[in-house]
């Protein structure tokens, strides 16, 4: 997917976070040996944030780290490099990059800011926030939507029907929790919930599960 860094434009407020050092700290861990590697994103009471990332595979560098300023606006983290930004916000467990649609699980987070969704994100299960970045993945005109824990119930049942009735086809894959699921949510022209779906199979295999309407 691709990154845009958006530039900062609005005003921004101060922020109120503990005495603690770190305020919050995110962090993506792959073991993979040739792609994966170790990422992670602190922000600290000072004002101050980092991102670092180490690749586990040394060929490549021994790994980078940015860092800058950040501040809250509402909902939305801010994090400013020079005269640039780009802004996440709290998702379950996970905080999203919006412009990078990339996810990051938190670890630690003592932030006063409100969390997108007020219930856990079932496990196996990553949700990218529908933006204009996105559309297209999409063939025609659609809007972001709210969801609730019953929609990945739903999801789940709809998943393990398809792979039930197409057993054949999903090979050693007999359960929906064989997949990991990356997920957009959505609303079309007939006012009915749709989800992009793409299922990463945990036994080393890709396979798209294609697209469901919910």
Known sequence: MKYYILLLVTFISTFSCT???ECLIAQNVSLDNFFGGKETLTLK???SFSFTSVPNNKSFGKGSIISGKYKLFNDTIYLKIKKLST???LAGD???LLPLNAKIKILKNN?????SYQFKIPKDFTVFTYTESLKNYFDYPVKATKISLHDFEKLESIIQKQISLNITKFRKHKSQSDYFKQCIFIINANNEKEVWLQGISKKSSLRNLGKTIS
């Open 111 to 115: 932030l006063s800011i409100k969390n």
């Open 94 to 96: 996970q905080i999203e």
């Open 45 to 47: 009471n000072d004002s």
């Open 19 to 21: 005495q603690e050092k």
């Open 87 to 89: 802004k996440i916000i």
